[in-house]
């Protein structure tokens, strides 16, 4: 077997080339087998040597790319609805706001950071993207059950909800350039992390 990275993970799409997820090389081999590629972009990430023909003697080969996108019938169109709403998860909300502290402005590893409600969940705020910030958990103590106003806090920047494109983005741990490409392609016109990534804020492989 020939590859680059095993950890390496593939962008599916649908067969309208929208993004739906990430997937390891051996969902994507299993895809391929099973027929459900309609087509593939990108480089090829992997070449998979399977079996051996027992008539020509010819091994067979899995060559897996980048991006792929997948045929079958799946509801997808919801996700690309303006009022979808992704999950809210730490991990995603982190990554949203650059590990940074909302407040101080200081980056801080994953572990020193926590979930903040702008406006506290004890003043009726609600767990959603557009009222939690990242905020170090220094800062996230002292600011307490108030809103940043009634602590004396300023919010460095607005909090927001991601499209299900940008989400997707934010579930990946290492995007190659095609794949970023792929998925700016999605993002809207205005979007803070198109904006980010076309700046330079985000390294591309």
């Not at 809210?88 to 590990?99: G, I, T, V």
Request: contains cysteine; proline residues 5%; charged residues 20%.
């Amino acid at each position: 077997m020939m590859v680059m990275d095993l950890q390496q993970q593939v962008l599916r799409t649908d067969v309208a080339g929208m993004p739906l997820e990430w997937i390891g090389y051996q969902e994507a081999v299993r895809l391929i087998s099973l027929d459900q590629v309609s087509y593939s972009l990108g480089r090829t990430l992997y070449t998979i040597h399977g079996g051996i023909n027992a008539i020509s003697g010819e091994q067979s080969l899995v060559e897996v790319n980048a991006i792929i996108a997948t045929t079958g019938q799946h509801p997808h169109e919801h996700l690309f609805s303006e009022h979808y709403t992704p999950p809210l998860s730490n991990k995603a909300l982190f990554r949203r706001d650059q590990s940074l502290c909302l407040y101080c402005g200081e980056q801080f590893p994953n572990f020193l950071l926590s979930r903040d409600h702008v406006k506290p969940l004890s003043q009726g705020g609600l767990d959603k993207w557009v009222n939690v910030v990242t905020a170090c958990k220094r800062c996230n103590n002292y600011k307490a059950g108030r809103t940043p106003e009634q602590a004396g806090m300023q919010l460095l920047a607005i909090p927001f909800k991601p499209t299900h494109a940008e989400y997707v983005y934010l579930q990946g741990r290492k995007i190659l350039a095609d794949q970023m490409e792929f998925l700016l392609a999605h993002f809207p016109r205005n979007s803070v992390l198109r904006q980010r990534v076309e700046m330079g804020g985000e390294l591309l492989t």
